[in-house]
C-alpha cells in the first residue's frame, strides 16, 4: 500500500518504482511529478538553509541600492520601499511586498532549520506534519526573484536619470534566490514522511 | 488505453494533498483526517469550481481600474506626470528601451488576461464535462500556476522606485490606487489558480468508462 501514489494532478492510482539512485518519477497519464529522489536530501537542505540564513542577514542589513543626482545621494535597504510605501498612505501595497520578500522566505528557512536539524540528529520535532504544511502553503509567496526582476527593471529606467550604485545587500540577494530554490529542490519530501512513519 | 486504469476516487481511496498518503475512505464521509500527517482530506479541493468562478469574476472586475487608473505619479520640479501600466510601456518603446517594455507588457497585461481566459476556459470545460484534450488541458493549469507569480513585477518597481526616487522637490515617485487594483489582481488570480482542482478535468473520463 505504501508504495502506491495517487498522482495529485489526475488521481490516477500508480505504483511508485523503487528507486536507489536519484532522478525524478512522473505521472504516466499526465506527465506530474510525483516524486524526485535526491542523495542526501536532508544533510543538502540543511546546509543550503543555512547558508540562506546568512545571506539574509546581509541583504537586510546592509544598503540595498544608492541613486546618485549629482551631490545628492540617496541609500536604501531593502525594507526602505515598504516604510514608504506606507509612509504614502498604501499600508495594503507595503504589508504584501513585506510578505513576499522579506517574511515568508524568512519564515520558510526558519521551518525548515525546526524540521531538519533534529532529523539530522535522528530526532523528530515537534508537530513536525504541521511545520511542514505550513512550507509548503508558504511556497507560493515566496516572490524573490520576482523583486529581482523587478529590481533589474527599475535600474534601467533610471539609469537615465541617475547613476546607480549597487550595494552589498543586492548580491547577497541575489544569492539568497539561488540558495532558497536549491534548497526547496533538494528536500525529499518523500523521505521527510519515511523518518516520521519509523518513529512513530 | 484506459482500460485498467484506476484513479483514487473510483477505488473509494483519499489522496493526502499534503503528504500523499492513499487513505481508504468510508461512504461520503463527513470528516476525514489523515492518519499519517493530519490533514483535512478531500476527495476534490472543496467547492473548487464556484470558488475559482468567483475569483476569476472578481479578478476580471479589478482588472479594469488596474489598467485604467494611474500606478505612480512622478514629481519633478514642480512637475506632476502620472502614469498607468500602459502609459509605462508605451514610454519605454518610445525611449527604445523596448526589451523592458516588452518584460512590463507580458507581465502587466499580457500574463493576467492569459491566466484569467485560461482559467476561465479550464471552468467551462469541466463544467461542460469536455474530454477534449485532457492531457494539455492540464498542462495549460500548470502554466497558470508557474507564470501568475511574475505579474507582481510591476508592483515590485513601484516600490523600489517609490524608495529611491524620493529627493523631496528635485523628483519623487508616489504610488497611485491603480497599484493596489493591480496588486489585486494579482493576489486574486494566485489563489484562484489554487483553489481550481485540476483533477476535475480528469473526472469524466472514469464516469464514461463505468
Same mark, same amino acid.
Given at each position: 500500500m ?9 488521481? *490516477?492510482?500508480?505504483?511508485l518504482?523503487?528507486i536507489?539512485e536519484?532522478?525524478?518519477i ?5 506527465g506530474?511529478?510525483?516524486? !524526485?529522489k535526491? +542523495?542526501n536530501?536532508?544533510e ?7 547558508a540562506?540564513?546568512?545571506? #539574509?542577514g546581509?541583504?537586510?542589513t546592509f544598503p ?8 545628492q545621494?540617496?541609500?536604501t535597504?531593502l ?20 510578505l ?6 524568512f519564515?520558510?528557512?526558519i521551518?525548515?532549520?525546526?524540521i531538519l ?5 535522528r530526532r523528530?520535532p515537534?508537530?513536525?506534519?504541521q =511545520? ?5 502553503? *508558504?511556497q ?13 527593471v ?11 550604485i549597487p550595494?552589498v545587500a *543586492?548580491?547577497?540577494?541575489?544569492a ?5 530554490a ?11 514522511w ?7 | 488505453m484506459?482500460q485498467?486504469?484506476k484513479?483514487?476516487r473510483?477505488e ?6 499534503s503528504c500523499?498518503?492513499?487513505c +481508504?475512505s468510508?461512504e461520503p ?5 489523515? &492518519?499519517r500527517c ?6 476534490r479541493k472543496?467547492?473548487?469550481i464556484?470558488?475559482?468562478w468567483a ?9 479594469? &481600474?488596474a489598467?485604467?487608473?494611474?500606478i ?8 506632476? !506626470?502620472?502614469?498607468?501600466?500602459m502609459?509605462?510601456?508605451?514610454? #519605454? ?6 526589451p523592458i517594455a516588452?518584460?512590463i #507588457? ?13 482559467l476561465? #476556459?479550464?471552468?467551462?470545460t469541466?463544467?461542460r464535462?469536455s474530454s477534449?484534450r485532457?492531457k ?8 497558470t500556476?508557474?507564470v501568475?507569480?511574475w505579474s507582481m =513585477?510591476?508592483?515590485f =518597481? ?9 529627493l ?5 515617485i ?6 493596489i487594483?493591480?496588486?489585486?489582481v494579482?493576489?486574486?488570480? *494566485?489563489f484562484?489558480?489554487m ?5 476535475l478535468i ?6 464514461l468508462?463505468?
Amino acid at each position: 500500500m505504501s508504495s502506491l501514489i495517487a498522482c495529485h494532478d489526475c488521481d *490516477l492510482i500508480q505504483r511508485l518504482p523503487h528507486i536507489s539512485e536519484a532522478g525524478t518519477i512522473q505521472c504516466i497519464r499526465c506527465g506530474a511529478v510525483l516524486h !524526485q529522489k535526491i +542523495r542526501n536530501s536532508i544533510e543538502r537542505t540543511l546546509s543550503l538553509t543555512l547558508a540562506g540564513l546568512v545571506l #539574509f542577514g546581509l541583504a537586510n542589513t546592509f544598503p540595498f541600492l544608492a541613486f546618485k543626482i549629482g551631490a545628492q545621494v540617496r541609500q536604501t535597504t531593502l525594507l526602505t520601499g515598504i516604510q514608504e510605501l506606507y509612509a504614502q498612505g498604501m499600508p495594503e501595497l507595503s504589508v504584501i511586498v513585506l510578505l513576499t520578500t522579506v517574511l515568508v522566505p524568512f519564515a520558510q528557512m526558519i521551518c525548515m532549520l525546526y524540521i531538519l536539524l533534529p532529523l539530522k540528529f535522528r530526532r523528530i520535532p515537534i508537530k513536525l506534519p504541521q =511545520v511542514f504544511r505550513f512550507i509548503r502553503h *508558504l511556497q507560493p509567496w515566496n516572490m524573490m526573484e520576482v523583486f529581482m526582476l523587478g529590481i533589474l527593471v527599475s535600474v534601467v529606467k533610471l539609469a537615465k536619470m541617475a547613476q546607480i550604485i549597487p550595494g552589498v545587500a *543586492l548580491f547577497s540577494f541575489l544569492a539568497l534566490i539561488f540558495v532558497m530554490a536549491a534548497m526547496t529542490a533538494s528536500l525529499d519530501s518523500h523521505l521527510i514522511w519515511e523518518k516520521w512513519d519509523e518513529k512513530r | 488505453m484506459n482500460q485498467g486504469l484506476k484513479t483514487a476516487r473510483s477505488e473509494g481511496l483519499i489522496s493526502c494533498h499534503s503528504c500523499h498518503l492513499l487513505c +481508504r475512505s468510508p461512504e461520503p464521509a463527513a470528516v476525514m483526517i489523515c &492518519p499519517r500527517c493530519g490533514t483535512r482530506l478531500h476527495r476534490r479541493k472543496p467547492n473548487s469550481i464556484k470558488r475559482t468562478w468567483a475569483l476569476v469574476v472578481a479578478a476580471f472586475i479589478f482588472y479594469i &481600474p488596474a489598467n485604467v487608473l494611474p500606478i505612480t505619479t512622478v514629481v519633478s520640479l514642480g512637475k506632476a !506626470q502620472s502614469d498607468t501600466i500602459m502609459s509605462g510601456v508605451i514610454y #519605454f518603446i518610445k525611449t527604445g528601451m523596448w526589451p523592458i517594455a516588452l518584460v512590463i #507588457f507580458v507581465a502587466s497585461v499580457f500574463v493576467p488576461l492569459l491566466k484569467l481566459i485560461i482559467l476561465t #476556459f479550464l471552468l467551462i470545460t469541466v463544467q461542460r464535462k469536455s474530454s477534449w484534450r485532457r492531457k494539455d488541458r492540464t498542462r495549460l493549469y500548470r502554466i497558470t500556476e508557474v507564470v501568475g507569480r511574475w505579474s507582481m =513585477v510591476d508592483i515590485f =518597481v513601484v516600490t523600489i522606485l517609490v524608495a529611491l526616487v524620493n529627493l523631496g522637490a528635485l523628483a519623487s515617485i508616489h504610488a497611485r490606487p491603480g497599484a493596489i487594483f493591480f496588486c489585486a489582481v494579482v493576489v486574486i488570480t *494566485l489563489f484562484a489558480a489554487m483553489s481550481f482542482d485540476p483533477r476535475l478535468i480528469w473526472d469524466t473520463e472514469e464516469s464514461l468508462n463505468e
